[in-house]
């Protein structure tokens, strides 16, 4: 498993009162692209986003990268009230 990824939220085009507290699923896209890794990923980004929540900000949508085995990579994280979804942009 890569310990040493890195995420980074890009800056929300809006602010908001999203919780991100329900089930994650993500996408067959996300799980190709990053394996047995993707656990990893989400929990980086959540810590993250976790962040804005606190502050009371986050919008239900977030962009970031990952830094990961020598490429970045972009993807997003959608808040449906009732799920939390990873995925890359071509899937959206």
Known sequence: MV???QVTLYKQERE???KFDTQIVYT???ESQFGENI???IYKTMNQIQELV???IADYFQVA????MGST???YIIDDIDHITFLL???Y
């Open 16 to 18: 908001d009162n999203y």
């Open 54 to 56: 606190n502050k009371g």
């Open 89 to 91: 942009p071509e899937e």
């Open 3 to 5: 310990k040493n990824m």
């Open 73 to 75: 990579t972009k993807f």
């Open 28 to 30: 067959k896209g996300m």
């Open 65 to 68: 990268t990952v830094e990961y």
């Open 39 to 41: 656990f990893m990923l």
